[in-house]
């Protein structure tokens, strides 16, 4: 079955950086782009970033432009994350998710990552 | 970017209710929209997308319906493993855009 699984917990000190890993599985890897998302704690779900793993274009979220990397390794279909600069309000569990497409050009999340909880504390 | 409006944020139901959860766009987005289901401690689950087509294997008492900019999730009879917190997403321009979610109580 389609499978995305991600890397565990992080904890990090302000200003440091780190890199959360999803690995696909189940599905042709570099058909479709994975999207990443995360969620503060008892807070809402804000889109990051988008990665196609067939060119490895990218699509940033205006807010993390600058500090956020998205790659893939396409030879283990895995795709990565990697956020620099740390503050306190990047707390959050991050989630990765398959894009799908419609007809209609329009596109959805499905399925997600189990998420990875990273901690920026001093 | 487009802002997407849920209410009510939360509600309070009984296992048999219907229920009715709407999401408003803040300019239209034709039938862009999805819905997601998350419960605590788990990633969301795809329930709805293009706004009423039902994801395989989602139970059909759920329902979306509804294009421009006003939305509606349906659970015509909620059951026990219903009571989480679903989100509506819209996918018509970038950045996709989520909606603050509507708990769904006891």
């Known amino acids: 079955q389609v499978q995305l699984v991600q890397s565990g917990a992080e904890v990090k000190k302000p200003g440091a950086s780190v890199k959360v890993s999803c690995k696909a599985s189940?599905?042709?890897?570099?058909?479709?782009?994975i999207s990443w998302v995360r969620q503060a704690p008892g807070q809402g779900l804000e889109w990051m970033g988008w990665?196609?793993?067939?060119?490895?274009?990218?699509n940033y979220a205006q807010k993390v432009q600058g500090r956020v990397t998205m790659t893939t390794d396409t030879s283990t279909s895995t795709a990565y994350m990697e956020l620099r600069s740390l503050r306190s309000d990047d707390t959050a569990v991050y989630y990765c998710?398959?894009?799908?497409?419609?007809?209609?050009?329009?596109?959805?999340?499905?399925?997600w990552g189990q998420g990875t909880r990273v901690t920026v504390s001093s | 970017d487009i802002q997407m409006t849920q209410s009510p944020s939360s509600l309070s139901a009984s296992v048999g209710d219907r229920v009715t959860i709407t999401c408003r766009a803040s300019?239209?987005?034709?039938?862009?929209l999805n819905w997601y289901q998350q419960k605590p401690g788990k990633a969301p689950k795809l329930l709805i997308y293009?706004?009423?087509s039902l994801q395989s294997g989602v139970p059909s008492r759920f329902s979306g319906s509804g294009s421009g900019t006003d939305f509606t999730l349906t659970i015509s009879s909620l059951q026990p493993e219903d009571f989480a917190t679903y989100y509506c997403?819209?996918?018509?321009?970038?950045?996709?855009?989520f909606g603050q979610g509507t708990t769904v109580e006891i």
């Open positions: 300019q239209s987005i034709s039938s862009y």
């Open positions: 990665i196609s793993p067939y060119n490895g274009n990218t």
């Open positions: 997403q819209q996918s018509y321009s970038s950045p996709p855009t």
């Open positions: 189940g599905y042709t890897f570099s058909t479709y782009g």
């Open positions: 998710a398959r894009e799908l497409i419609g007809a209609a050009g329009n596109n959805w999340f499905d399925p």
């Open positions: 293009a706004a009423s």
